[in-house]
């Protein structure tokens, strides 16, 4: 897998992340872990796929796990591989909404605020929110709701 330069920036995220919320547990925690890292690789990459390097083409159709997804929470298992599915879906659905910059200045701004070893979809959609009302005047809160809430199921 380290031949592949989104796997190497997904488990970069992964470290991370793990600077700023050590011990970040539980299964939204984890699976926001997963979430973000598969985010912040494909978005690096300007590429949706991920892992399409070292999976061969007829297993998984050829990658990993796909940003460019209509996945939704209550469709999803706790499995934080699968759940975290959903937030990096949504995350690529704001960066195709908004712009690369944007985006990954509010999904940044959000994982750096999760100030809790336990956080919740609900929580981290907030911190999205929260985000765009300090630094963006609330610029982006109706497209952030409609995409995490009203599209993906995501907490209110």
């Known amino acids: 897998l380290a031949k592949e330069v989104d796997i190497v920036a997904h488990e970069f995220t992964h470290a991370v992340i793990d600077e700023y919320h050590p011990g970040m547990f539980g299964s939204e925690g984890a699976a926001l872990h997963e979430g973000y890292a598969d985010y912040f690789a494909c978005s690096l990459l300007n590429d949706p796929d991920l892992g399409e390097y070292v999976v061969p083409a007829p297993e998984k159709a050829g990658m990993i796990r796909n940003c460019d997804n209509d996945l939704k929470y209550s469709e999803t ?22 712009g690369q910059e944007v985006a990954d200045f509010l999904i940044f701004g959000s994982m750096f605020l ?19 009302q300090y630094w963006c005047g609330g610029e982006y809160k109706a497209t952030i709701k409609r995409i995490f809430e009203t599209e993906r199921g995501i907490p209110v």
């Open 114 to 132: 999760l100030g809790t070893t336990s956080p919740t979809f609900k929580y981290a959609k907030d911190m999205l929110l929260l985000v765009d």
């Open 77 to 98: 298992s706790p499995e934080p591989h699968d759940r975290g599915q959903v937030w990096a879906g949504a995350c690529w659905h704001l960066r195709k909404k908004l």
